[in-house]
């Protein structure tokens, strides 16, 4: 049975950080039908003024945050002293845990192009150790296929292996596909699929899915997704099981209670927020 689209959410324009402009897509309204992705930020600009105050030194705790850089370059320090820079077609994993404090400055380039996501991390692993983790694109590996190019960032794609999450499973591609062109994923049928299309259209089971748009998909185990335009166009495909545990959101915060919550924010008040120390993972 072939997956159909069940919830569709638009973009929109809005700053964040020090005054990155940016599109969210979703956010704390938006959890229960896409859980686990909490949050899907896109960043598309050519104007080096919409985004070079960046995302100054700020907490997280309880999830992770994935960066990928279709083009451009983000760069990264944290409260550990890691300091790290992704480029063009590149991925930065971070695993916040039981906390940390980091910054997202912006290089100048000729277009920043990507998108952020923040994955939940289950209750047994909120307060797991931090994590940093660059996939560089000599990880990345690149699949051809009758018009199309998965670019393998996580996950499996069949026979392929690409970077194996240490916390929930995520197969994430980045899908290029060219003018009427189409492409067939197989799948589990409880897998939690959602697709985010960073530029142009795409369609699915004749469901018209508009640009800078997420769509999660229904139950099933086959994803048909079709190109009828005559341009290049970019889908993210991003599948994980779902939770089903409760969350309570505060800002850069995720847990499972509202006690969880205040006692991260007080403990972020109080000066006892990071646990310890984090270990940087290049490989």
Known sequence: ?????????????????????????????????????????????????????????????????????????????????????????????????SGILHEEMFPESEWMLGVQLWLNLAKKDKMTSPKYHSIKNDKIKEIEEDGVKIRLLSGRYKEYEGYKPEYLPLNYYDIIMNPHSKIEIKTQNDDSIMLFTLLGKIDVEDFHIEEKTAAKLT?????????????????LFISSKSLNEDIAWGGPIVMNTKEELNEAFTELQNGNFLKEKMDYCDK
Do not use: C
């Open 219 to 235: 139950q099933g185990d086959n994803v048909i997704l079709e190109n009828k335009t005559d341009q290049t166009n970019r889908v």
């Open 1 to 97: 049975m072939n997956k159909k689209v069940k919830d569709v959410q638009k973009g929109y324009v809005t700053k964040d950080g020090a005054g990155v402009n940016l599109v969210r897509v979703l956010s704390n309204k938006t959890t229960e039908v896409y859980d686990p992705i909490l949050m899907l930020d896109s960043f598309d600009s050519k104007n080096y003024d919409d985004y070079k105050k960046g995302f100054p030194l700020h907490p997280h705790r309880g999830i992770e945050t994935i960066t990928y850089v279709a083009k451009g370059a983000i760069s990264h320090k944290d409260s550990m002293g890691n300091s790290d820079t992704i480029n063009d077609g590149e991925v930065q994993w971070m695993s916040a845990g």
